[in-house]
């Protein structure tokens, strides 16, 4: 167990409509990290967040957003969902100095129909 | 940004070595590893940070030419336990950090 949580496990949506993918990092990390893989591809990433305030920015869609809150816990937000969003949305997390390994969460599994 | 793994896919029997690389067009402060199983979320292995190398596991180990932006990965004697898709992972010196195009290892008895 990583300590990183993300729920919900699964979603199952139909294009044009909005998710929310919530991710709770482990206890005393400050850094919450998201990314997108694709079926059989590779992690591609998103956005990191630290200690509330957008850190670094990725390959992330207009479409999407996403924020840290006061208590560290972050929210992923997709909207006008494509069928090219279906993917595993994962959530990592890294200690407090901002930099040094990542712990991932299990992941969300996104499908859009 | 992202950086390039090769090879894509290793087939080893136990016991055999193999090496994947990894390399980066832009500077690094550190580079990471990490394996993920099927359907799993990836687990970190080892970090190697600028100036310094770090080696995580007993059979596992890794290197990182700062100069070059380039890192490998060593698996010795490979175990059934190994199979599964090896990321690095390259941190630049803007906080961005992102993973390589995988290595997809297999190890057959």
């Known amino acids: 167990d990583s300590g990183v949580t993300q729920t919900p496990k699964h979603l199952i949506t139909a294009t044009g409509q909005r998710v929310t993918l919530r991710c709770s990092p482990r206890s005393g990390d400050l850094s919450v990290y998201w990314y997108q893989q694709s079926l059989d591809q590779g992690l591609q990433f998103l956005i990191q967040y630290y200690n509330g305030e957008e850190r670094a920015k990725g390959n992330i869609l207009e479409r999407f957003s996403a924020q840290q809150f006061p208590d560290l816990h972050s929210e992923l937000n997709l909207s006008s969902l494509e069928l090219g969003d279906s993917a595993l949305y994962f959530c990592?997390?890294?200690?407090?100095?901002?930099?040094?390994?990542?712990?991932f969460g299990n992941g969300t599994r996104l499908t859009v129909t | 940004q992202q950086p390039v793994q090769s090879p894509q896919a290793v087939i080893l029997r136990e016991g055999e070595d193999a090496v994947i690389n990894c390399s980066s067009s832009k500077a690094l402060y550190s580079v990471h590893w990490y394996r993920q199983k099927h359907g799993e979320a990836p687990v970190f292995l080892m970090i190697?940070?600028?100036?310094?190398e770090q080696k995580g596991h007993e059979k596992i180990s890794a290197s990182f030419n700062e100069k070059k932006q380039q890192s490998s990965l060593y698996l010795t004697a490979s175990q059934l336990s190994y199979s599964g898709t090896y990321f690095c992972?390259?941190?630049?010196?803007?906080?961005?950090?992102?993973f390589g195009t995988g290595t997809s290892l297999t190890v057959i008895p």
């Open positions: 990592a997390s890294s200690p407090p100095s901002g930099r040094g390994s990542l712990h």
């Open positions: 992972g390259t941190e630049n010196t803007g906080n961005q950090f992102y």
């Open positions: 190697l940070l600028k100036g310094g």
